[in-house]
């Protein structure tokens, strides 16, 4: 096949979801994360999972991180860069009185650049539209919950929403292509000369 023939590309993530952490310590004792992954119209995934659950977790010596290591594996093929691939975590808690809570969520852009990254999220909770839904929340420990989390990927339909924002993950990723030059995109990383003499 030759160059001008080619009329889509493949780009391939793997890492892992490493941990969150809570500034002020976790107060769970049970955490599990969930991730759903969104993509645009003219992207197809050709292998991997594209949603997925981790396992239970607790904190360790550190009081205020929790280690998960959640493994991610996914190839996509598309002939545009649109609707870029965006990871949305949801944090949950799992306790005997409270049973399953939310803690919050957090969107990441899946990175564009070849090559290994560390990317961090703020994790965001929506907050309740009344004083009597937050004076709820508060008694009760339980926050609103989004129907579905992937409108976070979507800004259009989210500007509305009333949020708090506390903790953060911590996404660990490579990202390799092929055909995306060919195509007419540069994605690799910026190369830094030193022009001491």
């Known amino acids: 096949m030759k160059n001008s023939e080619v009329t889509k590309f493949l780009v391939s993530f793997n890492g892992q979801i490493e941990h969150i952490i809570f500034p002020a ?10 991730y759903d992954i969104v993509w645009g ?5 050709v292998s991997g999972m594209c949603s997925g659950t981790s396992q239970l977790a607790t904190s360790g ?17 598309s002939t545009n860069v649109y609707g870029w691939p965006q ?18 969520y957090a969107v990441f852009l899946l990175p564009p650049i070849t090559g290994s990254h560390e990317l961090k999220s703020s994790i965001i909770r929506p907050r309740s539209s009344t004083v009597l839904g937050e004076w709820l929340s508060w008694l009760t420990g339980r926050h609103p919950e989004l129907a579905d ?5 979507n800004g259009k339909d989210n500007y509305l929403l009333r949020t708090d924002s ?32």
Do not use: C, H
């Open 25 to 34: 310590g976790v107060f769970d004792n049970q955490l599990y994360i969930q």
């Open 41 to 45: 119209p003219d992207w197809d995934p």
């Open 61 to 77: 010596s550190d009081p205020e991180k929790v280690i998960f290591n959640l493994p991610l594996d996914i190839v996509f093929g």
């Open 87 to 104: 990871l949305i975590v949801t944090v949950r808690a799992k306790s005997f009185f409270m049973g399953d809570t939310l803690r919050g």
């Open 149 to 153: 989390p992937k409108m976070l990927a």
């Open 166 to 197: 506390y903790g953060s993950v911590t996404l660990k990723m490579s990202m390799l292509s092929k055909d995306l030059r060919k195509l007419g995109y540069d994605n690799q990383p910026p190369t830094w000369k030193n022009n001491a003499a």
